[in-house]
C-alpha cells in the first residue's frame, strides 16, 4: 500500500492515501495533484514516502479540511503526480534551483516502471539520468535523498508543458491528464536540452509520441468511451438542400485541425480540396487522366513512419505528411461520368469515380464528399457500389437562432468589406425575412446573401451622396464662400483672444486643444469630405427589407406615404371600376390591409375567397382590378403578371391534376412543371384566379385543399412551393339560379322588404346550394364567400360609361377625339341592359354601335387625325356621326394616316 503525501505553501497541507500501486485514479481536489505548479505560478513543496502499515493505522490517520487546489491538478493521474514528484527530486538531485523540461523527462522515465522502458523504448531512469548529466555537464553531482521533502518551482517552458498538455487532454476528449499527455506536451515545447538528452538515448521522439498516443486511446478503450467530436471518423458524404452550410463544414474541419481541437485521430491532418476541372484539364491522351487519377491516389495514401505533432505556437509550422491528407470533394456527383472512356455513356465506365472505389474500398482514401440531395438521388442511387462505399451524413438546415449566430459571427467580415455597419435589427430581419419570404433557398445562404446586397447597395449610395456632396461644394457662389471665409477669420480671433486674456497650465492643455479645434469649420469643403468619406453607412432592418422586396416582389418594407394613401383609398379605387358590389370590395380589400400590415396568418394565402353570382355582374372584372391597382403597382409588374389566371372549363378530366403541378415521371411534359406551381414559383406576389370553378374535375380540389389550409404545393418534381403571399379568388356560377329565382320571389323590388334583408336571404339560398356541389372541407378552408348582386339599370349606365372610357382611350391612340352624347348613350343601355346576362350584353352593345360604326367612318376617310367625332343619334334613333371643327387633339408624336 502507498501513501503520497504533498504540502504547498500556497495551499494547506494535506495527507491523501492512494491503494493500488501503478493503479491509474482521478484524484478529488485533495488530491495529490496539488504538489505541481500551475500556468501562472505558484512553488510547490512535494515529497514522497513509502508507508507501511495495516489498515487500521491508515484509518486512523487523522482527516485535514478541503484541500483548494488549481483546477488543472484536479486532472492529474495519480502517475502524473508522481512524475512531477520525481522531477522535483532529480532537479534537487542535480543541484538546479528550477524544474527544466529535461528535469520533467526524467521524472517521466523513473515513472514508467513497464519491463520495456520509457514508452516501449528501452530507456532506464538510470541511463537517462546520466545523459541529462552530461548534456547540462554536471557529472559529479550527487543524488538527493529519497526521503527528503524539496521545494523547487518550476520555470516558465515547464509551465509552457504543462499547458500544451492540458490542450493535448482536452482535444483528445479526456477530463483526466496523464504522463502520456505531459510527454506529448513535452516534445511538443522541441527544448534543446531535451532534444540532446534523447538524442544521446538513441530515441525518436517521434516515435515515444507515437507510443504516447497509443496508450492514451488504450486508456480510453479501457473506461468505455471514445474523444469527443467526430468519435468515428471514415469516409463520409454529406448531402442536404444547397446553401445550408456543407462546404462550411469542411473549411470548419480544416480550422478545427489548425487549432488542435480535435481528437487524437485527426492530430496532424489536412484536408485538401479537389479539383475536378483542374485534374481533367489538358488530358488530351486516352489513358492520361486515368494516370493522374492514379498517381493522386498514390500520393494521398502513401504513409510517413514519423508521426507529426500538433504545434500550438503558431510561429512554427507543422509538416505535414502525405499518408495524413484528407481529400475534399465539393459536389462530388461530378466525378461520375466525367472522363468516361468507354463508348457512349455506358461504356467501358473509366471514369474518375470508378478510379477512386478501389482505394476507397480498402480504406486507403480519406474522403470527405458533398452533394445535394436531389444529385444523390440522380447519381449515387444508380450506383450502389459507389453509395455503400460513403458513410451518409444528412446536413440539416439549420434554425433561426442558429442562423443568426451564423450571421453575428460575419458581421464584421462584411462590414470591412463593404465600409459599413450592421444594425443586430438588420441581422434578425435578414433571417427573419429570408425564411418568411424567400422559400426556394434556405439558411443561412440566403440572409447571407441579403445582408450582402444591402451593404453593397448601402456602399453605392453612399458614393452617390459623396459625389452629391462635391458637386454641392463646387456649386456654391463666390459669395457662400466668402462667408464662410469670414466665418473662419471670425473664430480664430476669438481663439486668438481667449490666449491672450487667459494664461494656460498643464491642467488647460486639453482645454487649449478644444480652443484650436474652434478655429476649425465643420462646414468647410475639406471637412464636409472628410467627414462624408470617412463615416460608414449604416445598414439597418428597412434596407434589408427593400432588398427583400427587390428579390421577391412582395413588400415587406416599412409602409411609405403612398403607399398608405393607396391602401386607405383601395376601396374608392376599386370601386370606379366594380360598379353596385360594395360588399365584394369591401371583403377583399379588407383581406389585402390586413395581410399588409402583418397580421394575417403567415402560414396560409394572404386571403382564399369565392365569388359567387350571376353571369356578368363584375367576379372577374374585381380581381382584375385588384391586381391592377395594387399588386401592380406595388410590385411593379403589369396586369398580365401580377395576375395567374386559370380558366377552370381546361381542367374538366381527371388527368388535368397534373397540369397543375406538373407530369408525373414517365409521361410527356416531365421536367417542365406544372402550369400553377410555375407562375407562383417565378412571382410568389400575385393574384390566383380560378374562374369558373365549378366546372373543375372533383380531384383539382384535392389539391386545393392543401393549398387553401397550409399555403403551399409540392409539384411533381418534389419542390415546395409557397402560396402565402398570394391572394386565391375563386368565381363560380353556382346559385346563380337562386339569385335569379329569389329575385322574384323575395322581391327585390318591394317596398316592404329592405335591400339587406333581401340580400341576406339571398346568401342564404346560395350558400345551400355551395354546399350541395362542394365538399364541407373545401368550404371550411374559404375564408369568405362573397354574393354578387344583380345589377340594376342605373348601374349599367354607370358601367356604360366605363367602357365607353375605354373606347375613347383606344381611339386616342389613333390622334382622333370622341365624344357620346346621352341620347345615343340610352340607345346603347336599351340594346344591352338583360338582367339574366348582366354587363356582357352591354359590351356586345358598345361594340356593335360604337366601335362598328367609327371604324367605318374612319376606313371611307371622313376622319383624318385631329379631329374629333361627336356620336349621337338622328330623327329615326340611329346612331350618326359628326366632326366638332373647334375641339381638335393636340398630337405630342406625328401619327400616320390610315
Not at 17 to 39: E, K
Not at 851 to 862: M, Y
Request: hydrophobic share 40%.
Amino acid at each position: 500500500m502507498e501513501a503520497c503525501c504533498c504540502s504547498s505553501s500556497s495551499v494547506p497541507s494535506a495527507s491523501i492515501l492512494a491503494t493500488g500501486a501503478g493503479l491509474r485514479r482521478r484524484f478529488s481536489p485533495a488530491a495529490v495533484a496539488a504538489a505541481a505548479a500551475g500556468a501562472g505560478g505558484g512553488r510547490a513543496v512535494a515529497a514522497a514516502r513509502l508507508i507501511r502499515g495495516s489498515s487500521a493505522a491508515l484509518l486512523a490517520a487523522p482527516r485535514r479540511g478541503p484541500l483548494v487546489v488549481r483546477a488543472v491538478f484536479e486532472r492529474f493521474t495519480e502517475r502524473a503526480v508522481k512524475a512531477v514528484v520525481f522531477s522535483q527530486r532529480e532537479a534537487r538531485g542535480m543541484g538546479d534551483e528550477t524544474v527544466a523540461p529535461h528535469h520533467l523527462l526524467l521524472g517521466l522515465v523513473a515513472e514508467d516502471r513497464s519491463p520495456l522502458g520509457f514508452l516501449a523504448s528501452g530507456v532506464r531512469v538510470e541511463r537517462a539520468r546520466e545523459a541529462c548529466r552530461a548534456a547540462v555537464g554536471k557529472e559529479g553531482l550527487a543524488q538527493a535523498p529519497v526521503g527528503l521533502a524539496t521545494d523547487v518551482p518550476f520555470s516558465g517552458a515547464s509551465k509552457r508543458v504543462f499547458e500544451a498538455a492540458v490542450e493535448f487532454s482536452r482535444n483528445m476528449g479526456c477530463n483526466f491528464i496523464s504522463p502520456e499527455h505531459i510527454a506529448l506536451g513535452l516534445f511538443n515545447l522541441n527544448d534543446p536540452t531535451t532534444n540532446s538528452v534523447l538524442k544521446s538515448l538513441g530515441v525518436d521522439s517521434s516515435q515515444l509520441a507515437k507510443q504516447a498516443l497509443t496508450r492514451v486511446q488504450g486508456e480510453l478503450a479501457k473506461d468505455g468511451r471514445e474523444p469527443v467530436g467526430l468519435s468515428s471518423f471514415k469516409v463520409r458524404e454529406k448531402f442536404t438542400p444547397g446553401g445550408v452550410g456543407k462546404t462550411a463544414i469542411a473549411e470548419g474541419l480544416a480550422l478545427k485541425i489548425a487549432n488542435g481541437d480535435v481528437p487524437v485521430f485527426l492530430v496532424g491532418k489536412r484536408i485538401l480540396s479537389l479539383d475536378v476541372a483542374l485534374l481533367m484539364a489538358g488530358a488530351k491522351e486516352r489513358g492520361e487522366l486515368e494516370a493522374r487519377v492514379t498517381s493522386l491516389i498514390r500520393e494521398v495514401r502513401k504513409s510517413d513512419p514519423k508521426l507529426p505533432f500538433l504545434v500550438f505556437n503558431l510561429q512554427r509550422a507543422p509538416k505535414f505528411h502525405a499518408g495524413d491528407v484528407i481529400l475534399f470533394i465539393d459536389e462530388v456527383h461530378t466525378l461520375i461520368g466525367s472522363g468516361i472512356a468507354g463508348r457512349g455513356s455506358k461504356g467501358a465506365g473509366l471514369d474518375i469515380a470508378n478510379l477512386l472505389k478501389p482505394a476507397l474500398a480498402r480504406g486507403e482514401l480519406q474522403c470527405i464528399a458533398s452533394t445535394t440531395l436531389d444529385e444523390h438521388r440522380l447519381h449515387f442511387d444508380k450506383d450502389k457500389a459507389l453509395a455503400r462505399r460513403f458513410q451518409p451524413v444528412l446536413v440539416n438546415e439549420p434554425s433561426q437562432e442558429d442562423a443568426v449566430k451564423i450571421l453575428l459571427g460575419l458581421r464584421e467580415k462584411y462590414e470591412a468589406y463593404h465600409k459599413c455597419k450592421y444594425t443586430l435589427e438588420s441581422i434578425n430581419a435578414a433571417v427573419y425575412l429570408s425564411a418568411r419570404y424567400i422559400a426556394d433557398r434556405h439558411l443561412p445562404d440566403k440572409a447571407i446573401d441579403l445582408i450582402d446586397e444591402a451593404g453593397s447597395r448601402a456602399r453605392m449610395e453612399s458614393f452617390k451622396r459623396k459625389k452629391e456632396e462635391q458637386c454641392s461644394i463646387l456649386s456654391k457662389s463666390p459669395d457662400e464662400y466668402w462667408q464662410e471665409i469670414r466665418a473662419v477669420q471670425n473664430m480664430h480671433e476669438v481663439a486668438l483672444t481667449n490666449k491672450v486674456k487667459y494664461s494656460l497650465n498643464e491642467n488647460d492643455q486639453e482645454d487649449a486643444v478644444d480652443v484650436e479645434v474652434l478655429g476649425e469649420d465643420k462646414t468647410s469643403p475639406a471637412s464636409m469630405l472628410s467627414t462624408s468619406t470617412d463615416k460608414p453607412s449604416l445598414v439597418g432592418s428597412e434596407e434589408i427589407a427593400r432588398v427583400t422586396s427587390l428579390w421577391s416582389g412582395i413588400p415587406v418594407q416599412q409602409l411609405t406615404a403612398d403607399e398608405r394613401k393607396l391602401l386607405v383609398g383601395l376601396d374608392d379605387e376599386l370601386r370606379k371600376r366594380v360598379i353596385g358590389q360594395d360588399d365584394a370590395v369591401l371583403a377583399i380589400s379588407k383581406a389585402v390591409k390586413r395581410s399588409r400590415v402583418g397580421l394575417n396568418d403567415p402560414d396560409r394565402p394572404i386571403a382564399t375567397l369565392i365569388f359567387c353570382g350571376p353571369t356578368g355582374v363584375g367576379k372577374t372584372e374585381l380581381t382584375k382590378a385588384l391586381a391592377a391597382s395594387y399588386f401592380g403597382s406595388v410590385g411593379h409588374s403589369l396586369l398580365e403578371s401580377a395576375t395567374v389566371r386559370l380558366d377552370m372549363s381546361e381542367y374538366m378530366e381527371r388527368h388535368a391534376v397534373s397540369k397543375l403541378i406538373g407530369s408525373p415521371p414517365g409521361y410527356m411534359g416531365f421536367g417542365e412543371g406544372g402550369t400553377l406551381t410555375e407562375a407562383v414559383r417565378r412571382k410568389p406576389f400575385t393574384v390566383v384566379l380560378l374562374d369558373e370553378i365549378e366546372k373543375a374535375h372533383p380531384d383539382i380540389f384535392n389539391i386545393l385543399l392543401q393549398v387553401f389550409e397550409d399555403g403551399h404545393l409540392t409539384d411533381s418534381q418534389g419542390r415546395r412551393v409557397s402560396f402565402k403571399n398570394t391572394l386565391i379568388v375563386m368565381t363560380s356560377n353556382v346559385g346563380s339560379t337562386s339569385i335569379s329565382n329569389g329575385r322574384k320571389s323575395i322581391g327585390f323590388q318591394t317596398q316592404t322588404d329592405t335591400e339587406e334583408k333581401s340580400y341576406g336571404a339571398m346568401k342564404s339560398l346560395v350558400m345551400e346550394e355551395l354546399k350541395a356541389f362542394f365538399r364541407p372541407e373545401l368550404l371550411n378552408r374559404i375564408d369568405e364567400v362573397v354574393v354578387f348582386r344583380p345589377l340594376e339599370k342605373t348601374q349599367m349606365l354607370a358601367i356604360l360609361n366605363i367602357m365607353l372610357q375605354e373606347v375613347k382611350g383606344r381611339i386616342l391612340a389613333l390622334g382622333i377625339g370622341l365624344e357620346v352624347s346621352d341620347s345615343m348613350k340610352d340607345l346603347i343601355s336599351q340594346h344591352g341592359y338583360d338582367k339574366s346576362y348582366g354587363a356582357r350584353p352591354l359590351r356586345r352593345a358598345v361594340t356593335q354601335l360604337v366601335e362598328d360604326v367609327i371604324s367605318e367612318a374612319i376606313l371611307s376617310g371622313q376622319f383624318k387625325p385631329g379631329d374629333t367625332i361627336m356620336m349621337d343619334t338622328d330623327a329615326t334613333g340611329k346612331p350618326c356621326l359628326s366632326r366638332l371643327n373647334d375641339q381638335t387633339v393636340q398630337l405630342s408624336d406625328p401619327t400616320p394616316t390610315l
